[in-house]
């Protein structure tokens, strides 16, 4: 069980990542096989309004309730629908091939769990859906602009690259990136990206 510091933070009026989308999605989100997207670890809301936006059938999963009002917030502010659903991941029941795509934006736990929800994400995922996702990489330990301060929390790519290692790779991207997002990310962040597609079962 994560403690849930996550309830307090979100729980401020402002929203604490800001309401634009990860520049990543911004750019690269109407890539994603239309139909069913579920956000993991969505925070305030921001991912899944502007997949939403898009025209997407968007399912967020946080486990701060106060993230999911923002997000509920939010969507009425941009006039879109985005169904909100209360999971700790680390006793969620992941589905087998239920969604056309799997978001996942700085979503941060430890090496076990992000082993577990990994797994759980391509069991999810229908064929040729898509993982799509923007992490901290263990190197961003040292440029201290934004993510967890311990070195476990953070990603070691070849983990994502192990658990779809039959699957089609359209994007997979280690390195610099500048973030302004709100109050807690801001400067050159090192990251890894990716856009999966799941080839079978």
Request: with cysteine; proline share 3%.
């Amino acid at each position: 069980m994560m403690t849930n510091h996550w309830h307090e933070r979100f729980s401020d009026e402002r929203y604490m990542y800001g309401k634009e989308p990860n520049a990543f999605i911004a750019s690269h989100g109407d890539r994603l096989p239309k139909g069913k997207v579920l956000c993991i670890a969505e925070g305030e809301g921001r991912n899944a309004v502007h997949l939403a936006k898009l025209g997407y059938d968007v399912t967020a999963w946080d486990y701060a309730q106060s993230g999911l009002d923002k997000t509920k917030r939010l969507a009425e502010e941009n006039g879109v629908n985005v169904t909100t659903e209360l999971h700790d991941l680390a006793d969620v029941e992941w589905g087998t091939d239920e969604w056309d795509a799997i978001v996942h934006v700085f979503g941060h736990f430890p090496r076990e769990l992000q082993e577990r929800t990994l797994a759980g994400i391509r069991q999810a995922l229908k064929p040729g859906g898509y993982y799509m996702s923007e992490l901290y990489t263990e190197e961003q330990l040292a440029y201290r602009t934004g993510g967890p301060g311990s070195l476990e929390m953070l990603y070691d790519p070849k983990l994502i690259l192990q658990t779809f290692p039959t699957d089609f790779i359209h994007h997979f991207y280690i390195g610099e990136v500048y973030r302004k997002e709100g109050l807690l990310h801001e400067g050159d962040s090192h990251v890894v990206q990716t856009m999966i597609e799941k080839r079978d079962r």
